[in-house]
């Protein structure tokens, strides 16, 4: 078995709307079905018990080793504890070639996988030993490692059921939400909205203090000291217990709570004096550990905490206790479990010190001892949710100290000796503020029951049924997609909204070309949805872009698919006729929303029969009003556009819209067949958004088709006389569309420029210049340097065997690059004359094509 390509599917995709690794697994002969494999599937069992084959074998569809591959990847992925369940095996239409599709949650995690269940294939083709049990740790391991944390992991799920798109921006816990202008972002617990400035006082825990005291808010008096010697004399002057902490720290480090001698209070200095050089020296207030959070203005949950402590059981050491809780799978070495593993450091040596204990002591049946006196959950701490018991008065000095401190997340610090009351009433008070708060305790306390904080916090960035996406159109098909793509975007910007569209030639925020090239795939879509000054997205959805990638969405508003034609790219990546062409086309109508609305082209009964697939509505679009599609979707009140007569007409029921032929200028006042249609479909597109018909009508009517607004789409110039038509037409219906548009066009003579794509199959690039041979009089063939993988002067040989067929063609010369095949066309062009340049590199030729004409001015 060998793996020749492995790549991430990290959008809705051709198999699934699942993330997924898809990989080439080619199979030898023996191994296309396991049966040849003597004795193959016992060693695999014997190696991995809980692979689960996922179908049956039968003589005609043989169980292969890439089926094994896939069952033992997503097999791995399932017992390492990742939510997965779509995996797929194809066979292609290569002998012994299989695509597989496994599901994966984490993108490097289903690599590994992947890589891990080839390796117990090949053990168990080879009789060798495979650790099932390291294999599975590797797999938690690097999972743990680079899944969100539950903090920011329960704001993402919130976000999910709201249906808020969401972005992982970083390998940390920077995500943003929403799409364009609607975008969110969070870092953990805290949001964009979090002011730095709130956040450094949060910091100071001195700063915090004075100001929560001017707002009146109950604090401990403490100072501020830098000497050891100092920090004593503060603690003599309070008299009593004392808390000593660094003057900027989080999580609870450095803190030393309710000690009182000189020997205490100096190690605790040290302590904290090596996270911040200020430390504070405050008065103990006795009570229990709470911790309230503020989202916004409210309280929306409430826990008290434990320190860290063992159970005596009169045989076990306290290290041995330790020990046996920190195997509780609920707790892990940072923030990814529920709670954290308990630390024997110093800190902990110290207060089993102050209690007459040692690691190595034996606690007495049913004796509590104290490890740590903060009971943060970060230094191994337990949590009691205590949400429901919160009294109104203690609730809203929680909320004055967040606003006090200007933190739109915020996590209080109580110490009091319970929250039924008043704080004044039990003389308890507010210890800490923090920014970034961690939410572990409240969505899965120790004891109690969780809060959905994470869906607070998303309620505090979006209002009830903001989901943050903007309008998002997706165009694909054979031809016409830039033009429809760049229409809807010119009617949207007619809105007055900023619109980011992506296209083969390049990405454009408001008309500004930002980055340049064929940006037709998912990663260009996902760059103009990180983009703030974008309020609709227009993308030129390619197949290369799906078949590699996937979507760069998770949705549409609108799919617009144009047509389905041969030639675009049939014989690549297993795609080898127009149905299976079709199925890559459809992925964007599979993922419109389901309150959005797929724009198909009925006159392409392919296209036509992806309505059925559409979890949305459908308007059909044709030039024949009376195409059976039309006149049945017509009937059931469903919206339809087609051309009547002069103009083009939108339909829903008695609705009626109509727009002049005329007022749209790129179908030159209805000749040119394929831009009606481009204009319907674009119409429909718009439509769908609901955008009113007056902006539609304006949109269409100042819509300009030139070099500069769509370049490379049937582009018209005048040279001495004579009409150039520059156009990037590249595949046989293309090239008919273009031929019947020039037909409706007067001419003296017609000449035609034209080269042929390397990466196109031969009957393809014949059937070209058999169209154009049969509707012009001279032929320029030219080669250019960039033959995509064919030898020098073969694709000239297969136009010129298109031209053998052709009925009208006379003269026909070959050139050898593009300019100069422009060059000879010119000059020989005369008065009268039409010549259609079929363009390859479109922006250079566009600009020679310009350079020519204003020598000739």
């Known amino acids: 078995m060998e793996i020749s390509r492995i790549r991430a599917l990290r959008g809705p995709n051709l198999w699934s709307r699942h993330t997924a690794i898809e990989a080439i697994v080619g199979c030898s002969k023996a191994e296309r079905s396991i049966a040849n494999l003597p004795g193959f599937e016992a060693r695999l069992r014997a190696r991995f018990p809980e692979i689960n084959f996922l179908q049956q074998a039968d003589q005609e569809h043989p169980f292969s080793l890439a089926h094994v591959l896939e069952c033992a990847s997503i097999g791995l992925q399932a017992q390492a504890g990742c939510p997965v369940t779509f995996s797929r095996t194809v066979e292609t239409i290569e002998t012994d070639i299989y695509q597989v599709i496994v599901e994966y949650s984490e993108e490097a995690v289903g690599r590994l996988a992947f890589e891990l269940a080839q390796s117990l294939c090949q053990t168990a083709i080879d009789d060798h030993p495979f650790d099932i049990a390291d294999a599975l740790t590797r797999l938690r391991t690097l999972d743990e490692d680079i899944r969100l944390g539950p903090s920011t992991g329960s704001i993402v799920d919130a976000a999910i059921k709201r249906g808020i798109p969401f972005r992982r921006l970083t390998e940390g816990s920077m995500v943003q939400f929403g799409w364009g202008s609607r975008q969110r972002r969070i870092q953990a617990a805290e949001t964009d909205g979090t002011s730095a400035i709130a956040e450094s006082i949060a910091q100071d825990k001195e700063l915090t203090k004075m100001l929560l005291d001017a707002a009146g808010v109950p604090v401990p008096k403490g100072r501020s000291v830098t000497t050891a010697e100092d920090a004593w004399a503060v603690a003599s002057e309070f008299g009593g217990r004392v808390v000593v902490k660094p003057r900027d720290g989080n999580q609870g480090k450095g803190v030393a709570v309710n000690i009182s001698t000189r020997e205490e209070i100096t190690a605790a200095f ?85 209690y007459g204990y040692t690691t190595e002591s034996v606690p007495a049946k049913g004796q509590h001892v104290v490890l740590r006196n903060n009971a943060n959950l970060s230094t191994g701490g337990t949590a009691t949710d205590v949400t429901d018991d919160v009294h109104p008065e203690m609730a809203a000095r929680a909320v004055e100290a967040a606003q006090m401190i200007g933190l739109d997340i915020c996590g209080v610090d109580v110490v009091c000796e319970n929250v039924i009351q008043p704080l004044e009433d039990q003389g308890g008070g507010i210890v800490e503020v923090n920014a970034a708060p961690g939410l572990r305790m409240h969505l899965q306390p120790s004891f109690g029951k969780g809060r959905p904080v994470g869906d607070a916090i998303i309620s505090s960035m979006y209002a009830d049924g903001d989901d943050g996406r903007i309008p998002l159109v997706a165009v694909s098909g054979t031809n016409g997609k830039t033009t429809t793509a760049r229409l809807i975007a010119h009617i949207l910007a007619t809105n007055k909204m900023r619109v980011g569209m992506t296209s083969t030639d390049g990405v454009y925020i408001q008309n500004q070309r930002i980055d340049t090239g064929d940006c037709s795939g998912p990663r260009s879509a996902r760059n103009v949805l990180l983009h703030p000054d974008v309020d609709a997205a227009v993308f030129e959805t390619a197949r290369g872009g799906v078949l590699r990638e996937g979507l760069g969405f998770d949705r549409c508003n609108v799919a617009v698919v144009t047509n389905i034609g041969i030639g675009d790219h049939l014989g690549l990546s297993f795609i080898s006729t127009v149905e299976d062409l079709a199925v890559v086309k459809r992925v964007i109508v599979q993922n419109v929303a389901p309150n959005g609305v797929a724009v198909l082209n009925a006159a392409d009964p392919i296209v036509a029969n992806m309505a059925k697939a559409c979890p949305g509505g459908v308007t059909f679009f044709a030039l024949d009003r009376h195409h059976p599609v039309m006149t049945t979707h017509r009937a059931k009140g469903r919206r339809v556009v087609y051309r009547d007569g002069d103009s083009i007409v939108a339909t829903k029921g008695k609705l009626e819209h109509r727009i002049a032929l005329a007022d749209i200028p790129i179908t030159h006042n209805g000749a040119i067949g394929f831009q009606i249609e481009n204009a319907m479909a674009a119409a429909g597109a718009a439509w769908g958004l609901g955008i009113d018909w007056k902006t539609i009508r304006a949109g269409l009517g100042t819509f300009v088709n030139d070099a500069s607004t769509a370049p490379g789409r049937f582009n018209i110039f005048s040279y001495r006389g004579a009409t150039l038509i520059a156009d990037y037409g590249h595949n046989p219906d293309a090239i008919q569309a273009l031929v019947q548009a020039v037909d409706s066009m007067p001419a003296e003579r017609r000449l035609v420029v034209i080269s042929g794509a390397g990466d196109r199959r031969d009957i393809d690039i014949r059937l070209q210049t058999e169209i154009l041979g049969s509707a012009f009089d001279e032929v320029i063939l030219y080669e250019d340097k960039c033959q995509r993988g064919r030898a020098d002067g073969e694709v000239m040989r297969l136009l010129q065997q298109g031209l053998e067929k052709a009925s009208r063609v006379g003269s026909v010369k070959e050139i050898i690059g593009e300019f100069l095949a422009i060059d000879t066309a010119l000059a020989s062009l005369r008065p009268g004359d039409l010549c259609l340049i079929l363009i390859d590199q479109v922006e250079e030729a566009l600009a020679h094509i310009a350079l020519r004409i204003s020598e000739s001015a």
């Open 270 to 354: 040290a302590v904290a004096s090596d996270i911040c050089s200020d430390v504070i020296v405050e008065r103990y207030l006795p009570g229990h550990d709470f911790r309230l959070l503020v989202v916004g203005n409210k309280l929306v949950a409430a826990a008290r905490r434990a320190a860290p402590q063992v159970v005596g059981d009169g045989k076990h050491s306290v290290l041995e206790l330790v020990e046996q809780i920190n195997r509780d799978p609920l707790r892990g070495d940072g923030h990814a479990t529920s709670l954290t593993k308990i630390r024997l450091d110093n800190i902990a040596q110290a207060t089993l010190a102050k």
